[in-house]
């Protein structure tokens, strides 16, 4: 079992830049493939990025390849998600989840975080 809680969101304007964090409970994070998913208002829940249990692994969404930089401190049980350049299409809720098994977009991610808001002004 693990619990997630994800922090750092806000309100930024474009072309800035947030660090999401995800902080995790128990021992084993470091057994769990992480990823971050975002609903905007109206849409489905999208895969964002993931990284693999050790960390040498990531996957990015095409739409954030490039600005956003997924990562992992195994001793401080938290994953990140360094956004750069955000753009107004970045607005969303975005989730943390874990997986003993899965990664990736099409993974099935048993733990997820309440969410945070991300807002980008234009």
């Known amino acids: 079992q693990v619990q997630l809680v994800e922090s750092g969101g806000g309100l930024v304007q474009a072309g800035g830049s947030l660090r999401l964090s995800c902080a995790a409970s128990g021992r084993t994070f470091s057994s769990y493939n992480m990823a971050w998913f975002r609903q905007a208002p109206g849409k489905e829940r999208a895969f964002v990025a993931a990284?693999?249990?050790?960390?040498?692994?990531?996957w990015y969404a095409d739409s954030v390849k490039g600005r956003f930089t997924i990562s992992r401190d195994n001793v401080k049980n938290t994953v990140y998600l360094q956004m750069n350049n955000l753009k107004p299409e970045d607005t969303a809720v975005y989730y943390c989840?874990?997986?003993?098994?899965?990664?990736?977009?099409?993974?099935?991610?048993?733990?997820w975080g309440q969410g945070t808001q991300v807002t980008v002004s234009s």
């Open positions: 990284i693999t249990w050790g960390g040498p692994s990531t």
């Open positions: 989840a874990a997986s003993l098994r899965d990664w990736g977009p099409s993974g099935k991610y048993g733990f």
